[in-house]
C-alpha cells in the first residue's frame, strides 16, 4: 500500500491565486457582460513585452542551436557561467558586494527555490515567518512537514508568527525566542514595505547571535525607489554568514513566463549537522541542484544575460518605472476612494485597508461584482492580512487609470 504525504491535508483551500481565478472564473461564467470589462489586478503578474534587449537575445540564441556548430544540449545544472559572471558582477560586485560567481544559482524561480531550499534545510528547525506574508514560505513548510495543524485562523502551529502591521510600518521585528530560519521579504509582498538598513542589520545581528539562517527574498528589489534602502542583504556586514538571497527576473525583466531566476548560497554560511558539527550548504545546493535540476534553457540564459546589457539595463528601468508609475496612480486613486493606503513606493504593490467592517474576502467580492476588479484579499497572505487587500500595479497605464477611477464609484 503507498501512503501519501499527510502534510498536504493540513494545508488551507488552493494556492491563494489559483483559488482567486477559480472564483474569478465562476464571475465571467456567470456574468457575462460585466466579464468584458474585467481589470485583473489580482496576481501580480506582468502585463507588458519583454525589453528589446532580450527579444533579441531570444532569436539569437535560438537560431545558435539551430546550427549543429553551436547547437547546445545539457547546461551546467548550477547556470551557464556568462550569466553566473553578469549577475555576481553587476548585482552585486559593482555595488561593493563581495559574492563569488560560483555562489550564483540560477533557476527557473523565486518561488521554486523557495520551496526547494527547504531539501538542504533540517527538520528540526524552528521558522519565523512573517504574517501577512507570500504564501510560498508558509504552504512550502507544511508540505514538507515542518508544521503542525492550522488553526481556525489558519494559524499553523509550530510557526513564529512575526505580525507586519501598520504599527510596525508592516516590518516585522526579531522575536524574543530564538527561532533557526527566518524568511524576510524586501520589498514586501503583499505590504509593500521595505525593511531600512537599520532594521535589517537588526536581524543579521540577531541571526548571528543564534546561528540562525535568513532566507531573504529579494525578488522586488528593483522596485526600490528610496536609495537608503538595501536591495541585497549582503550589504548588511556579516550577512555572508547568516543569509541566502532569491532574485528574481520575473518582475524586473517581465519573466513571469520565460522563468528565469538565483540564489545566493555564501560559501561562508554555515548550518549545523544533527551531530552539532558546523558545515557550509554551499556545496549540498550544489549537489542538490546537480540531482534534481537541469538548468534553465539556454536561450532563457541568454535572455537574462541580456538585461544586464547596456540598452536592456535601460530598458528594464523603463519598464519598472512604468509599473511604478501605475501604483502612483493606484495609490491616489485608493486615496481619493477615502481609503487608506500603504506600500506602491518601493514596490509595485499597493496595501489597502478594507473599510471598518468589511473583510478581505467580503472587499474581493464587492470589488469584483461592482468594479469589476480583481485584486487579492489580505487574509491569503495570513491572518494579519484580514483587514487588507493588494492591488497589484502590473498592468497597462490606461488599465490602472481606470481601477483608480473605478475605486472612486464604490459605495462602500
Ligand atoms: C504575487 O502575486 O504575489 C506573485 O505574482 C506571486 C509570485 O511571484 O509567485
Known amino acids: 500500500m503507498a501512503y501519501l504525504n ?23 461564467e456567470q456574468n457575462p457582460e460585466p466579464a468584458k470589462r474585467l481589470i485583473r489586478c489580482g496576481i501580480g503578474d506582468v502585463t507588458e513585452p519583454l525589453p528589446a534587449a532580450v527579444v533579441a537575445a531570444l532569436h539569437k540564441s535560438v537560431e545558435e542551436l539551430s546550427v549543429r556548430a553551436t547547437f547546445r544540449g545539457y547546461g551546467p545544472e548550477q547556470g551557464y557561467d556568462f550569466l553566473r559572471v553578469a549577475i555576481a558582477q553587476n548585482d552585486y560586485r559593482a555595488h561593493g558586494l563581495d559574492v563569488a560567481d560560483d555562489e550564483i544559482f540560477v533557476s527557473d524561480g523565486s518561488k521554486c527555490d523557495c520551496g526547494n ?36 485562523a489558519g494559524a499553523y502551529a509550530g510557526v513564529v508568527y512575526l505580525p507586519c502591521t501598520a504599527q510596525n510600518g508592516f516590518v516585522p521585528e526579531p522575536p524574543s525566542q530564538a527561532v533557526d530560519l527566518i524568511y524576510l521579504c524586501s520589498p514586501n509582498n503583499p505590504t509593500g514595505a521595505v525593511a531600512t538598513r537599520a ?48 532574485r528574481s527576473f520575473s518582475k524586473n525583466g517581465g519573466f513571469t513566463g520565460v522563468r528565469c531566476a538565483f540564489t545566493v548560497v555564501p560559501k561562508s554560511l554555515l548550518a549545523q549537522t544533527a551531530a552539532g558539527e558546523f558545515k557550509p550548504l554551499h556545496p549540498l545546493w550544489n549537489r542538490r541542484m546537480s540531482t534534481k535540476f537541469n538548468g534553465v534553457s539556454y536561450f532563457v540564459q541568454r535572455a537574462a544575460e541580456a538585461i544586464y546589457s547596456p540598452e536592456g539595463k535601460t530598458q528594464v528601468r523603463a519598464l519598472v518605472e512604468h509599473y511604478l508609475g501605475n501604483a502612483q496612480v493606484l495609490v491616489q486613486g485608493a486615496k481619493a476612494a477615502g481609503l487608506q493606503v500603504f506600500g506602491g513606493v518601493n514596490a509595485p504593490y499597493i496595501w489597502v485597508q478594507t473599510p471598518a467592517g468589511i473583510t478581505s474576502w467580503q472587499a474581493f467580492d464587492k470589488i469584483l461584482n461592482e468594479a469589476n476588479v480583481v485584486i487579492t484579499p489580505g487574509s491569503g497572505f495570513g491572518s494579519k492580512g484580514e483587514g487588507y487587500f493588494r492591488i497589484s500595479a502590473f498592468n497597462s497605464r490606461a488599465n490602472a487609470e481606470e481601477v483608480a477611477r473605478r475605486l472612486q464609484t464604490l459605495k462602500w
Open 6 to 28: 499527510d502534510n498536504y491535508l493540513k494545508l488551507k483551500a488552493g494556492y491563494l491565486f489559483p483559488e482567486i481565478a477559480r472564483r474569478v472564473k465562476v464571475f465571467c
Open 117 to 152: 531550499i527547504l531539501d538542504i534545510l533540517g527538520h528540526q528547525n524552528r521558522l519565523a515567518i512573517s504574517d501577512p506574508v507570500y504564501p510560498v514560505y508558509v504552504d512550502t513548510n507544511v508540505m514538507a512537514g515542518h508544521t503542525g495543524d492550522a488553526d481556525a
Open 199 to 246: 532594521q535589517l542589520t537588526a536581524w543579521v545581528e540577531y541571526a548571528r547571535q543564534h546561528r540562525a539562517i535568513i532566507l531573504f527574498d529579494a525578488a522586488y528589489e528593483a522596485y526600490i525607489t528610496d536609495p537608503a534602502i538595501p536591495h541585497s542583504i549582503y550589504e548588511i556586514p556579516g550577512a555572508r554568514e547568516c543569509a541566502i538571497e532569491f
